[in-house]
């Protein structure tokens, strides 16, 4: 897996139920962001092929909170 995809990001927006503008950060497993998107469309395409294989996180935020969320890159 080399970018997240827009199907997998999808499912946890709509899981969300995030209406507006939200940010978007990756972290490793020591907790070191690899990737930040202010403002993110959730149209976009997440590239992530600069980072090795591993497990990292994905936080997605909004205005009433924050979700966490686990994902492997391969």
């Known amino acids: 897996m080399d970018s997240i995809n827009n199907t997998l990001l999808l499912d946890i927006l709509n899981s969300l139920s995030i209406e507006d503008i939200f940010n978007l950060i990756i972290t490793n497993t020591l907790g070191e962001t690899?990737?930040?998107?202010?403002?993110?469309?959730?149209?976009?395409?997440?590239?992530?092929?600069?980072?090795?294989?591993?497990?990292?996180f994905l936080r997605i935020e909004n205005e009433t909170g924050y979700k966490v969320f686990r994902f492997l890159k391969e």
Do not use: A, C, R, S
């Not at 600069?50 to 990292?56: L, N, S």
């Open 34 to 56: 690899l990737i930040q998107k202010t403002n993110f469309n959730p149209l976009e395409t997440i590239d992530v092929t600069e980072i090795q294989k591993g497990i990292y």
